[in-house]
């Protein structure tokens, strides 16, 4: 004959201790795995005041919208030093006299730079000026006779040797 104990399962000390190691550890688990894909994917870009830059963003969208309806296109790339291409509609941009680029880095403000680009032929502007390897944020700023007639801000990988 099978005997059946009546005896209730007892929830002792070592239950609890285990009900608790496997709460906290769910819990530090997701908040490890949280902080993680959190430093991946932030970008960086912080400002100073987050209201007055909620104030400026539409007319900062006309700007951009001005831009981009003149047919004028800039592409920046920095292997030996800094080069901005200026075109309008395919052909190189003439009018452009001075161009000049503020660069600074998406978390830290003490490697900001601020770059004016010499002409080296129609729509082509240069500088020798090598940057550090990693993330940089340009924002690009083209003149005609005193007169801004293109912004643009690029966020790019630089490439190149530590100095």
Known sequence: MISQRNEPNRFTGWHMMAVMALFFGIIISVNLVMAWNASLSWSGL????????????????????AFAASGMKGELTAEDGLRYV??????????????????KR???????????????????????????PGQWIA???SRASGALVYRQAVRFKATG???
Do not use: M, W
Request: hydrophobic share 40%.
């Open 106 to 132: 998406p978390v830290e403000a003490c490697e900001d730079v601020r770059i004016e680009l010499v002409r080296d032929g129609e729509g082509v502007f240069v500088s020798p000026h090598a940057l550090k």
């Open 46 to 65: 912080v400002v100073e005041n987050a209201y007055v830059a909620s104030q400026q963003f539409n007319g900062k969208l006309a700007e951009t919208r």
């Open 161 to 163: 040797e530590d100095q």
């Open 86 to 103: 200026l075109t309008r509609r395919g052909e190189p941009e003439r009018a452009v006299d001075h161009v000049v680029a503020v660069l």
């Open 139 to 141: 924002d690009v700023t």
